[in-house]
């Protein structure tokens, strides 16, 4: 079972309307959560991170985490042609140190 | 305040060469951490410095390695170079790196092509 598990997509959703983005993980003890998102040849860039259970808005982003069911997911109101990237989930595992895994990414494509 | 930067930012080598590249953190960050990212495999975690000592280390053969310095610039070699890794080889710095809400922040990366 890998650590941290994407849809690789592709995701495709009209401009206008909600991405949702799921990742799930397997360590429970699990602390820290990032989103990132990565446009093609580019290196990722942060856009969320959530530490506690619930809702985190960020303008047209929000972060969900459930650390029961052990799933984090990133909704984009509003969606726009230029949030087509790849989207990564990322977790910080437990032991201490900054180790963080990333999931493999899921593409979304946002239609004009 | 300036981003992570890598240099060099492109480079082509052939099989059996090495290669050293290097990160220069956000000012104030003391870990740096390396990842190799390939379409197939996405991003796989090198290794992870704080106060020029490695803390962390993943599942990447002998030929990889890494250091810190003591302003927290970061540089990473490969031996014995193999076509299998041609990649974007990234870094990332964080303030800290051992606290509960550390954020890591990427450089531009450096696309290592092996011939």
């Known amino acids: 079972q890998k650590e941290v598990e994407q849809n690789s997509g592709p995701l495709s959703v009209p401009e206008g309307a909600i991405a949702s983005l799921n990742c799930t993980y397997s360590?429970?003890?699990?602390?820290?959560f990032f989103w990132y998102r990565q446009y093609s040849g580019k290196s990722p860039e942060l856009i969320m991170s959530?530490?506690?259970?619930g809702d985190k808005e960020d303008g047209r982003f929000t972060a969900q985490l459930n650390k029961a069911s052990q799933y984090v997911s990133l909704l984009i109101r509003d969606s726009q042609p230029s949030d087509s990237a790849t989207y990564l989930c990322?977790?910080?595992?437990?032991?201490?140190?900054?180790?963080?895994?990333f999931g493999t990414g899921t593409k979304l494509q946002v239609i004009p | 305040k300036a981003g992570v930067t890598q240099t060099p930012r492109y480079l082509i080598k052939t099989r059996g060469q090495q290669v050293t590249l290097s990160c220069s953190p956000i000012?104030?960050?003391?870990?740096v951490s390396w990842y190799q990212q390939t379409p197939g495999q996405g991003l796989q975690f090198l290794f992870e410095?704080?106060?020029?000592?490695?803390?962390n280390k993943g599942n990447f053969p002998g030929r990889f390695s890494g250091r810190q310095f003591s302003n927290s610039r970061s540089e990473m070699n490969v031996s014995t170079l193999e076509l299998g890794d041609s990649a974007l080889y990234l870094c990332?710095?964080?303030?800290?790196?051992?606290?509960?809400?550390?954020?890591?922040?990427f450089g531009p990366g450096t696309r290592l092509t092996v011939l």
């Open positions: 959530i530490y506690s259970n």
């Open positions: 990322a977790v910080a595992l437990s032991g201490g140190y900054q180790k963080v895994t």
């Open positions: 410095y704080f106060s020029e000592t490695q803390r």
């Open positions: 990332a710095s964080s303030l800290d790196g051992g606290g509960y809400y550390n954020e890591q922040f």
């Open positions: 000012s104030g960050h003391r870990s």
């Open positions: 360590d429970r003890v699990s602390q820290s």
